[in-house]
């Protein structure tokens, strides 16, 4: 079975520090595909990056990057110089191989995120 | 007007009622989901569809029901609602890889949720 795991409940930084949301990911899959969804305050859910399990490498998109590290099954996600806009639940998702990894994502718990001005 | 579209987007009822929540989409994607998210839980798979002809049970399908009558819409009912079933829905959509879209990053579109509070 696949399994999610977003330990932090809540994280609460002041504008402009750095910031890290943890994701731990259990799956037998030796193709999956990964995922970080953004929940504002307004509740709409915002797609942010889709990672499969060949590709290691770190990605960085403007003041989001993304670390994805095979061997200690983690997904992690940094906001450098956060911002009050970045004030969100974030979850974690992860799906298997089959028909392009997006019909059963397993997701999270959610990690609250809240920028103080 | 929103690509993914949820009717209604907040609902009261007593337990026993049926409900229905709709979803449309003008994305034209093959693939529509409904999902529940509830505080501390995520979001959860209750059904799935590939196409007209094709629905899929996700986790947590018991006490729901879903219709699929067109691409564009997808249908999601409670039989009997119960107060458990008190939660945020998600209709959602993606596209198929099989039309070998070099740009489909494999995202889901969802709607803007429906409340659905059961008395």
């Known amino acids: ?117 | 007007d929103a690509d993914v579209t949820q009717t209604p987007r907040n609902r009261i009822t007593k337990t026993g009622k049926r409900i229905m929540l709709e979803c449309s989409q003008t994305k034209g994607h093959d693939r529509m989901y409904w999902y529940r998210q509830d505080p501390g839980l995520g979001l959860r798979l209750i059904y799935y569809s590939f196409d007209v002809k094709d629905i899929n049970k996700g986790e947590i399908s018991d006490g729901y029901s879903v219709s699929r009558q067109a691409q564009a819409k997808f249908s999601l009912s409670l039989e009997s609602a119960i107060p458990n079933q008190t939660a945020l829905y998600f209709c959602a959509t993606s596209d198929s890889i099989d039309r070998g879209r070099s740009m489909n990053t494999g995202e889901l579109f969802f709607g803007e949720g429906s409340r659905l509070t059961v008395l």
Not at chain 1, 40 to 54: K, Q, T
Not at chain 1, 85 to 92: E, M, Q, T
């Open chain 1, 1 to 117: 079975a696949q399994k999610v795991t977003q330990a932090q409940t809540e994280i609460s930084v002041v504008e402009k520090e750095d910031v890290t949301l943890d994701c731990v990911y259990e799956t037998r899959d030796t193709t999956y595909y990964l995922f970080w969804y953004k929940q504002p305050p307004s509740g709409e859910l915002v797609f942010l990056i889709r990672r499969n399990s060949f590709d290691e490498q770190n990605e960085i998109s403007g003041r989001y990057s993304w670390n994805f590290q095979k061997s200690t099954s983690s997904f992690n996600f940094t906001i450098t110089a956060s911002q009050v806009v970045d004030s969100a639940v974030y979850f974690c998702a992860l799906s298997d191989g089959a028909n392009f990894g997006n019909e059963k994502l397993t997701f999270g718990t959610g990690t609250r995120l809240t920028i103080i001005p």
